[in-house]
């Protein structure tokens, strides 16, 4: 299809410029000008809406104890995380982007819904408490009707599994890759995508959450559904303009076909003519607008372009190098699971501290304890402008990379940070168990007299690790997938968090499982004024190191792709307004030499 659109186009050298030339079409197939297309986030107002004070409500509510609310949120969470790679394997094989999040946004939808009436009407609320505390010491029971509750979460969690990994990658879709201008924007595109979307966390991490605390659960959570329900039409509003990629084939067919290939022939001899690897030409890569990666010495024994030469079984060799990238990037996936446990403690143990501290903000109000949330949004949306349009032209004049430094160095920038927040969070609570202790504040419903804003600092470096880390591994997962990858790659991203959160609740359950034998009190209690957090987060700081020092290893032996390195050269040259450069960019992107 895609050389056909390049003779309809009629040009001189078969192409128009004002359409694109990476093979993206409209959802009737026909060629798409390119445009500066962008999404509406307010979907992200729904899900930390939710996420972001979830672990109050449970315990609230629900009379759930401290171990227990806050595993069911971490399990929640990585479950949430753990969807996306059956919605990119839906997307890349069979549905493309658009549609499976159309469907999935659908699902998204009618999970909240259920979750708004689970919180509203009265059949299905937990019954409240007579006493003015709320909490697990509540002598009524949540009865059998919260299944209800954790049935409307589960059912988010299957339609954010074709939103998470398709929504990012449809986005970065609408740059051209063919077009110099529109790939050095690019570089910036997941920059501004996490910042544009972090402004609906920040609504969700301050008036949401306060609606919540002191309003209701009701409106609470109506308010982000409806909110939901507007990006969705928004969403809709735009599909003239999108691009879209067509589906190439299920992801994981074609890896399982190169490892069963590369299996079977590798005793085979392979031919010593490169050019023979190749399934297409030098001139039908050119004309067909397909990314053609050349080949390196593992696994070459898969692949041929005359499968008679090596089997029925060969694989092409473009095939053999998707399966490569997908493959190495493993290690940095591994890699990225201890900070994501580490960053789950945000959303757990540092919002059931605020419970015990000062939150008066003048004679009248109480800020409510997951609001300290916003700051990790707040430090997160002033870090990425700064980032980009200071750090970024500062470094690249060094390192002569577009990026200004690598995606791996900005992702070990991030997980120092991780270390560092957590030997904050462990003096922290240190110096509030020995306020605690002086001032004898040692119920479990007893205030200690220091302010919320204690845990500021922790809560302000965890927004400036997204801007670094987060913003990263998304990055990098995307740009380092081969081209009909894109979706799994990014779902490599979202299993990070997902496999993150679960090893937290391991962590947690573990560590308060051990430090209970033998007679002793524990770390990790209910009444958290007589606990050990500050044990707890000594411990997570040490297990962090750990994991730096295995990332440092495996950052190190990762090796980019060949074409990412020579198109980020070409580029530093269109960044210059060459335009001679330029066009050779545009033709080696097609070619795919070096």
């Not at 030469?309 to 092409?316: E, I, K, Q, R, T």
């Not at 997980?415 to 479990?444: P, T, W, Y």
Request: hydrophobic residues 40%.
């Amino acid at each position: 299809m895609t050389r056909v659109l390049a003779e309809e186009k009629g040009s001189a050298d078969g192409r128009d410029d004002d359409y694109t030339d990476d093979g993206t079409v409209d959802l009737k197939g026909r060629p798409v000008l390119r445009s500066n297309t962008g999404y509406e986030v307010l979907e992200r107002m729904a899900y930390y809406g939710i996420a972001s004070n979830l672990v109050l409500y449970l315990t609230r509510e629900l009379r759930e104890g401290t171990v227990k609310s806050s595993n069911n949120v971490t399990n929640w969470v990585g479950t949430v995380w753990m969807t996306p790679i059956l919605g990119a394997y839906i997307a890349d094989a069979h549905l493309g982007r658009y549609w499976t999040f159309v469907i999935s946004s659908a699902i998204y939808l009618t999970g909240m819904t259920l979750l708004t009436l689970a919180v509203s009407v009265p059949a299905l609320r937990p019954p409240s408490c007579d006493h003015g505390h709320k909490g697990v010491n509540c002598d009524k029971r949540a009865s059998a009707f919260q299944g209800v509750f954790y049935c409307a979460l589960y059912i988010i969690t299957i339609g954010t599994g074709g939103t998470k990994p398709n929504i990012s990658t449809m986005g970065a879709d609408q740059f051209d890759d063919f077009e110099p201008k529109e790939r050095v924007k690019k570089l910036s595109f997941f920059n501004w995508w996490m910042f544009s979307i972090f402004f609906g966390t920040l609504f969700s991490n301050t008036f949401l959450i306060y609606i919540q605390d002191n309003v209701g659960w009701s409106l609470g959570y109506g308010l982000p559904t409806i909110g939901l329900l507007v990006s969705v039409l928004v969403f809709l509003m735009g599909t003239p303009f999108y691009r879209h990629k067509l589906p190439s084939g299920s992801p994981f067919t074609r890896i399982f076909q190169v490892l069963v290939a590369a299996v079977r022939k590798r005793n085979v001899p392979v031919p010593t003519d490169p050019k023979e690897l190749h399934e297409l030409s030098l001139e039908e890569y050119s004309k067909s607008k397909k990314f053609r990666i050349d080949h390196t010495p593992s696994l070459r024994q898969s692949c041929g372009k005359e499968r008679t030469n090596l089997g029925m079984d060969a694989v092409p060799v473009t095939q053999v190098e998707e399966t490569k990238q997908m493959i190495k990037m493993i290690p940095i996936l591994v890699a990225t699971f201890i900070p994501s446990t580490l960053i789950a403690q945000g959303g757990t143990l540092f919002v059931k501290l605020g419970t015990t501290l000062d939150r008066s903000m003048g004679p009248h109000f109480d800020i409510p304890p997951a609001c300290l949330s916003a700051f990790v949004t707040i430090f997160m949306l002033i870090t990425i402008p700064i980032y980009d349009s200071c750090f970024v032209p500062i470094m690249r004049r060094y390192t002569k990379n577009p990026r200004g430094i690598t995606l791996l160095q900005r992702m070990g920038i991030g997980f120092m940070l991780q270390i560092i927040i957590m030997i904050i969070a462990c003096f922290v609570e240190s110096k509030r168990l020995n306020v605690a202790q002086d001032h004898q504040k040692l119920g479990i419903y007893d205030t200690v007299p220091l302010s919320i804003f204690i845990l500021l600092p922790q809560f302000a470096l965890a927004g400036v690790y997204d801007a670094f880390a987060e913003v990263a591994k998304l990055e990098f997962f995307y740009d380092q997938a081969p081209e009909g990858m894109k979706s799994l790659g990014t779902s490599y991203y979202s299993s990070s968090i997902r496999i993150g959160h679960f090893f937290s609740t391991f962590v947690l359950t573990t560590v308060s499982d051990m430090t209970k034998r033998h007679g002793h009190r524990g770390w990790i209690l209910n009444n958290l004024n007589i606990s050990r957090l500050d044990y707890y987060f000594a411990f997570l700081a040490v297990l962090g190191f750990l994991s730096f020092i295995f990332f440092l290893v495996v950052a190190r032996l990762f090796v980019y792709n060949a074409e990412v390195k020579q198109s980020e050269s070409d580029l530093r040259e269109a960044m210059d307004d060459s335009p001679n450069k330029a066009s050779s960019l545009v033709e080696a992107l097609k070619a795919g030499t070096s």
